[in-house]
């Protein structure tokens, strides 16, 4: 099959086109190589898909209408699956014009040209953060999100909302998944990992916010990969309605659905902090903080939905994917840093 995969140049594009491409699929990627944190990490992966003549890279704006069009239409591409975004829900409080440009128009775009082009399936990426402070847990597809705490979880419920209203219209299958902390190697240097690991190599403090009183449902990169996979050969259709109402989000107007990614096991942050401590062989120099402004107490993904529809659900443990986080950045550090 044929792939267009945007945000081949960012962490989960990175890992998603690499299994693709390994597994014998064609993949176009579409990436802008914004300077939102360090080029260098973004010009590895890229290079690592490279290594497979199955890879097209295009180097470009989401917002630049004309140019994913024109690449969307020689690649023909059977399953588009839009991961590029402004993402980082802290970062949206200092610059939120950048999340409108990239998560909606950019967003819409895709959408819009995945419906033109006649696409099997258009998938979405969006976020746990749409649940904001949902006292509720765990976390179900079917719980109302309608009070975000961040410029960047409304800029994503906005892309879910225009997706439904696209697929009402004009009858492309779509389907939202919402992660839940993703982590592992090749990660985001402003996720708390990467940031944890560089500042206790170099004997810096690690800023603990919510005085480490927060829980986080961690999904590694390997697990959230398996599950789109198999979500995408899940195309939203009433031959596949899960017959439990409770958890089935498929849409009555659309061949729309979302669907959480996560494995349904919060972490506290402590303990989290503890694994990265024991994989680097050394203790956190520790200044814990109030809660930030837009942060949310604690994630926790109902997986249910993920199962009843693929017989999966994320399970690898927090420890070993710590593990091969530091394993990895210890081996990459050097590079990063020319």
């Keep these: 099959m044929h792939y267009f995969i945007t945000g081949t140049a960012g962490f989960i594009g990175f890992h998603l086109a690499r299994r693709l491409l390994a597994d014998g699929h064609q993949v176009t990627g579409f990436d802008g190589m914004t300077p939102y944190y360090n080029v260098k990490l973004k010009q590895m992966r890229h290079a690592a898909l490279a290594q497979y003549p199955a890879f097209t890279p295009v180097i470009a704006m989401l917002e630049d209408r004309a140019t994913v069009e024109d690449a969307m239409a020689a690649a023909k591409p059977d399953v588009v699956i839009h991961l590029a975004a402004q993402a980082g829900v802290r970062y949206s409080l200092e610059n939120p014009q950048s999340y409108l440009t990239s998560n909606v128009t950019g967003s819409y775009n895709i959408i819009e040209l995945a419906e033109r082009h006649k696409v099997k399936h258009l998938m979405l990426p969006s976020t746990s953060s749409i649940y904001g402070a ?147 062989g050394q203790p956190a120099i520790r200044k814990m903080l109030p809660m930030q402004k837009g942060d949310v107490p604690r994630t926790y993904a109902a997986p249910d939905l993920l199962q009843a529809l693929t017989g999966y659900t994320p399970s690898t443990r927090l420890e070993e994917g710590v593990k091969a986080f530091v394993e990895w950045y210890l081996e990459a550090r050097r590079e990063l840093q020319e």
Excluded: C
């Excluded at 299958?173 to 990992?193: E, I, K, S």
């Design 134 to 280: 949902n006292p509720t847990v765990p976390f179900r597809e079917t719980d109302r999100a309608d009070e975000p705490l961040t410029i960047y979880a409304a800029t994503k419920k906005s892309m879910e909302l225009m997706a439904h209203a696209h697929a009402h219209l004009y009858k492309t299958p779509t389907t939202a998944f919402r992660f839940f902390t993703v982590y592992g190697p090749w990660g985001r240097p402003d996720m708390a990992l990467f940031k944890f690991v560089d500042l206790m190599l170099n004997d810096q403090p690690i800023e603990i916010y919510g005085e480490g009183q927060m829980s986080r449902d961690f999904t590694y990169i390997d697990d959230l990969v398996e599950a789109i996979i198999r979500i995408s050969h899940v195309i939203p259709d009433e031959s596949n309605r899960v017959a439990d109402d409770k958890i089935e989000t498929l849409s009555r107007q659309a061949p729309f659905r979302l669907v959480n990614i996560g494995g349904g096991q919060p972490e506290n942050l402590m303990d989290f902090v503890e694994l990265v401590e024991k994989a680097l």
